[in-house]
């Protein structure tokens, strides 16, 4: 079984920076699509921004220019990396992988995603 983990949450102050990891130990991590999610209380889960196993990505437009993706697949790990951020960018943060989506054209669905981390909390407050 697939094992995903998520690190770098925290409190961070509005207009401030955070840098997410998530490390899977999926063999096929090199072929494989990944993606962050976030959850705050009340919302649904949202797709924030996704990589594909060609370095394809996409961010959703309310951090498009704020927040990029990255991977290191040497390490086996997909970053988050948020600038500022915004009291609105406060929730629950989760990493998915899959390996059934491709390259990434626009932000893909949670259903497609087969293992996912137990999440990582960032709250942007001052």
Known sequence: QVQVKESGGGLVQPGGSLN???T???????????AWFRQSPGKEREGVAAIGADDSTFAIASVKGRFSVSRDN??????LHMNNV????TA???CALSSRVNNILAMPRDVFFDA????TQ???SS
Do not use: H, I, R
């Open 116 to 119: 996912w981390g137990q999440g």
């Open 24 to 34: 899977a130990s999926d063999l096929t991590f090199d072929d494989s699509a990944l």
């Open 92 to 94: 629950m943060y989760f």
């Open 74 to 79: 040497a390490k086996n790990t997909v970053y």
């Open 20 to 22: 997410l990891s998530c």
């Open 122 to 124: 960032v709250t942007v």
């Open 86 to 89: 915004q009291p609105e960018d």
